[in-house]
């Protein structure tokens, strides 16, 4: 049921985290894959390993908050490939100011990117898969999307509220054609911005950690198998679900204690270097 054998997967943000591990565990379960990201040695360094495990790859540094140039890109793959089977829509970036201080400028930019790009990933890989009558969409949210984060995050929440929102209503329209849509919503996952304002501030992991029972930061290696599942058969009476990737911080009141408090905690540094 987890066979990807000749399936093709477009997945964004390929060069780090989260982007690259779908990319490279979606290439082991046997899928080609167009790997997307403005990091083009980054891209093609993961292209390289996706190899290695037998995938034919595709390489593109396309702009992801401009649907003219995610357009172009989706023709490459059309010549590339011919079909497109899934979707790993996991690039954007976010900004963090105060409510009182965000600029529009860069609210609009937050929404163009996680947003209006997005769905233009989305409407691309959509129309291609309702062509063939199948396919798969996985959008990455983000807790954000469902409870507020503060700490200057309020661009980054209205974005990804949207994205929770637009992925019920692709599902609606889509999936009686065949085509699935599903949002993956995680906690915190490092990455190198993540990792750095950690280092800069020892007090950060603490804080995160302490809302998380599993006792942990999420590693971009834990959407693996997920990024799988939804890619894969085995998932095909799943949409419009919204899956929390979070060592249980969501199913936690505001005012539990996690398990973990008094015992061991794992941190990143620790997890990396497994």
């Known amino acids: 049921m987890f066979d990807l054998t000749g399936r093709v997967a477009v997945v964004s ?3 780090q985290g989260m982007g690259q591990a779908t990319a490279i565990a979606l290439s082991e379960a046997g899928a ?8 083009i040695d980054g891209a093609e360094a993961t292209a390289a390993t996706c190899r290695e495990a037998g ?4 390489v593109a540094g396309t702009n992801v908050s401009d649907p003219d140039a995610i357009a172009d890109l989706f023709r490459q793959v059309d010549v590339e490939f011919g079909r497109v089977d899934f979707l790993g829509n996991i690039a954007g970036d976010g900004h963090l100011a105060k409510p009182e201080d965000l ?20 409407q691309e890989a959509g129309r291609r898969m309702l062509a063939q009558g199948r396919g798969s969409i996985m959008n990455i949210g983000s807790l954000a999307s469902s409870t507020a984060l503060g700490r200057g995050h309020v661009a980054y929440s209205m974005a990804m509220g949207a994205v929770v929102q637009m992925t019920r209503e692709l599902s609606t329209e889509w999936s009686s054609r065949g ?4 949002c993956v919503t995680p906690a915190q996952v490092t990455n190198p911005s993540l990792i750095a304002r950690m ?5 950060l992991e603490a804080r995160f950690v302490s809302g998380i029972p599993a ?5 971009p290696s834990d ?6 599942l939804l890619a894969s058969d085995a998932s095909e009476w799943i949409t419009g679900a919204i899956i929390p990737m979070d060592g249980g911080n969501m199913a936690m009141n505001a005012g539990g204690t996690p398990g973990h408090q008094g015992g061991k905690v794992q941190s990143f540094r620790e997890e990396a270097s497994k």
């Open 13 to 15: 943000g390929a060069a």
């Open 55 to 58: 995938a034919r790859t595709l």
């Open 179 to 182: 085509v699935r849509v599903n």
């Open 32 to 39: 080609n894959v167009a790997l997307i990201d403005r990091n």
């Open 215 to 219: 006792g942990r930061m999420g590693q």
């Open 103 to 122: 600029t529009i400028d860069d609210l609009h930019r937050v929404l163009q990117n996680l947003v209006v790009g997005r769905f233009a990933m989305c």
């Open 199 to 203: 280092n800069d501030d020892p007090t």
């Open 223 to 228: 959407i693996k198998g997920l990024a799988v």
